[in-house]
């Protein structure tokens, strides 16, 4: 009976990991679908869906692998390539592209020969949140299987599917054989369909993917001088012994902003010891509107973060009037609600958030309209009840630091017999 409990609590608890409440349908579908049938196995396109609101994946892209249910072998590969060949020796004439039992692919990098190319590939698995570009959201490729099933009744299912996107944190369930999927000719007249289509879901898990958050939060306010700082060591202080400070000799040497193989980050000495930082200012308040400044640093010299988004939680977003250089879209998850947007940036503008340093910032105001029933400035009501940074939730200070509103200034009661003693005074001088 405790087993059954206990796997029961395992099986709650993962499942309420893996699920987002400001994007509740977001998911990575990998959907193959077999083109053709060949004298021992089959043709398939590989699709790579990206259906998360505003988790992309960023370079170095990213990452699939899967268990073969039988001895099956991949034959060629156009759009993308296995990691290793694996031991093909028994093969005299055609060698196969990979032999393994457990591949792993990856996406090819822009310029490679077009021979090599396949539509949606090549672009180093780099993968735009569906919120943010559709277009770009969706990366393929093609495979030609051998030694496998030639017909929808003798085709064996991959399993144990794998993504890294481009770490871990992804999730994903068994491969399901759903309706084939329909495609229209160019002329857009004729409809054909896949042979044989299974779709594959993985889903995201910040608590999988890291033990420490990746960003936090610090406010501030016109009405208060007090600036509410990240807690410290917000993101964990394991980085501690190898920070950099922002004027140390090292920052001049070259090559001190490349990648490591690893993603070793190599972070500014802070208090608070994160990545990226989300600066929040309450600004400016007007008769009906009130603005914010909005401010993401990053403290990484190593990283720069393309395609970046930022998603906030505050019940005035329903009522943005303009964002000033960033692009905006409301995110209602909820059809009742609307206190949720994600702001990112504008394309070949500041798109791009680059390496810590002078320009590891960008920057962005908020004009919003008042609304008289709910705004004020008091018990930090001002400020976002939740913030994310590439799709991974932001440690906020505690709600106790928040910057609060002056006290008014209390009127001084005079006390009875003060009151008492002008009254007779007042009766002697005028008799």
């Known amino acids: 009976m405790r087993?059954?409990?206990?796997?029961?609590?395992?099986?709650?608890?993962?499942?309420?990991?893996?699920?987002?409440?400001?994007?509740?349908?977001?998911?990575?579908?990998?959907?193959?679908?077999?083109?053709?049938?060949?004298?021992d196995g089959y043709v398939a396109v590989?699709?790579?869906?990206?259906?998360?609101?505003?988790?992309?994946?960023?370079?170095?892209?990213?990452?699939?692998?899967?268990?073969?249910a039988?001895?099956?072998?991949?034959?060629?590969?156009?759009?993308?390539?296995?990691?290793?060949?694996?031991?093909?020796?028994?093969?005299?004439?055609?060698?196969?592209?990979?032999?393994?039992?457990?591949?792993?692919?990856?996406?090819?990098?822009?310029?490679?020969?077009?021979?090599?190319?396949y539509a949606n590939c090549c672009k180093g698995g780099v993968v735009a949140a569906w919120g943010q570009d559709p277009l770009a959201s969706v990366s393929a490729f093609q495979i030609s299987v051998g030694l496998s099933g030639t017909s929808n009744k003798t085709v064996k299912l991959p399993k144990n599917f794998t993504l890294l996107g481009p770490g871990p944190g992804y999730t994903?369930?068994?491969?399901?054989v759903v309706p084939s999927t329909n495609f229209l000719t160019t002329d857009k007249r004729r409809k054909t369909q896949a042979l044989m289509t299974w779709n594959v879901t993985c889903t995201y898990s910040q608590f999988l993917a890291r033990k420490n958050p990746s960003c936090c939060v610090s406010f501030s306010s016109f009405y208060?001088?007090?600036?509410?700082?990240?807690?410290?060591?917000?993101?964990?202080?394991?980085?501690?012994?190898?920070?950099?400070?922002?004027?140390?000799?090292?920052?001049?040497?070259?090559?001190?902003?490349?990648?490591?193989?690893?993603?070793?980050?190599?972070?500014?000495?802070?208090?608070?010891?994160?990545?990226?930082?989300?600066?929040?200012?309450?600004?400016?308040?007007?008769?009906?509107?009130?603005?914010?400044?909005?401010?993401?640093?990053?403290?990484?010299?190593?990283?720069n973060y393309t395609l970046w988004s930022l998603v906030?939680?505050?019940?005035?977003?329903?009522?943005?009037?303009?964002?000033?250089?960033?692009?905006?879209?409301?995110?209602?998850?909820?059809?009742?609600?609307?206190?949720?947007?994600?702001?990112?940036?504008?394309?070949?503008?500041?798109?791009?958030?680059?390496e810590a340093g002078p320009l590891g910032n960008v920057q962005s105001e908020v004009l919003l309209q008042k609304d008289k029933n709910t705004f004020t400035f008091k018990q930090g009501w001002a400020f976002p009840r939740k913030v994310y940074f590439n799709g991974d939730e932001c440690m906020l200070p505690p709600p106790d630091s928040y910057p609060f509103l002056p006290n008014s200034a209390r009127r001084k009661l005079l006390p009875v017999s003060t009151l008492v003693s002008w009254v007779l005074l007042m009766m002697f001088a005028a008799w």
């Not at 309420?16 to 679908?33: E, Q, S």
């Not at 060629?76 to 031991?87: I, N, P, W, Y």
């Not at 060591?233 to 090292?250: E, L, M, Y």
């Open 46 to 68: 590989v699709t790579l869906n990206n259906f998360q609101m505003y988790r992309h994946i960023m370079s170095p892209g990213w990452t699939i692998g899967w268990a073969w």
């Open 70 to 117: 039988k001895k099956e072998i991949i034959w060629s590969m156009v759009g993308a390539q296995t990691t290793e060949q694996g031991d093909c020796s028994k093969f005299k004439a055609a060698i196969p592209h990979s032999c393994k039992r457990t591949p792993t692919v990856v996406d090819l990098l822009p310029g490679v020969p077009y021979n090599l190319q």
């Open 224 to 303: 208060n001088e007090t600036i509410t700082p990240c807690p410290s060591c917000a993101c964990g202080c394991q980085n501690k012994n190898t920070c950099v400070k922002s004027d140390s000799k090292i920052l001049s040497m070259a090559g001190v902003n490349t990648p490591k193989k690893d993603n070793a980050p190599l972070l500014q000495c802070t208090h608070h010891m994160c990545p990226v930082r989300v600066h929040w200012h309450v600004k400016l308040n007007y008769k009906d509107y009130w603005r914010v400044k909005i401010a993401i640093t990053n403290f990484n010299y190593r990283m």
């Open 3 to 39: 087993s059954v409990i206990l796997a029961f609590v395992f099986v709650f608890v993962f499942h309420a990991a893996a699920y987002d409440p400001l994007d509740p349908n977001g998911n990575v579908t990998i959907k193959w679908d077999i083109m053709s049938w060949t004298t």
């Open 172 to 176: 994903c369930g068994p491969a399901k």
């Open 312 to 354: 906030v939680q505050h019940p005035n977003l329903n009522n943005v009037t303009q964002v000033f250089s960033m692009d905006y879209k409301p995110l209602v998850a909820y059809e009742s609600i609307n206190d949720t947007g994600m702001f990112f940036g504008m394309k070949y503008y500041n798109d791009l958030l680059m």
